[in-house]
Nanobody, 122 residues
């Protein structure tokens, strides 16, 4: 069993920044990657960014490349998503998940957090 808990969401003005955190606990030894996904009501869950738990591999969706940065702190068992230059189009519920491959699609992940809401509005 693996538990993931997201935090750091909130309301921010366009052009602003937020840092999301994903605290991971449990039996993670068999897993390879953490992904950040986002989803708006009525839409499919989109992979925003992923990071390997053991090497430097990362993935960024084109929509966030250059604005979002994913990182991890192994000592704290936490993965971060630094989001800069936010726009209203970034308004979504954000979820982190753990999987055995670094994969852009949600089907590649086994355990999910409960999500944190990000709202970008003036």
């Amino acid at each position: 069993q693996v538990q993931l808990v997201e935090s750091g969401g909130g309301l921010v003005q366009p052009g602003g920044s937020l840092r999301l955190s994903c605290a991971v606990s449990g039996s993670t030894w068999e897993y390879y990657a953490i992904g950040w996904f986002r989803q708006a009501p009525g839409k499919e869950r989109e992979g925003a960014s992923c990071i390997s738990l053991s090497d430097s591999s990362t993935y960024y969706a084109d929509s966030v490349k250059g604005r979002f940065t994913i990182s991890r702190d192994n000592a704290k068992n936490t993965v971060y998503l630094q989001m800069n230059s936010l726009t209203p189009e970034d308004t979504d519920a954000y979820y982190c998940a753990i999987g055995r491959v670094l994969y852009r699609y949600s089907s590649g992940y086994d355990y999910w957090g409960q999500g944190t809401q990000v709202t970008v509005s003036s």
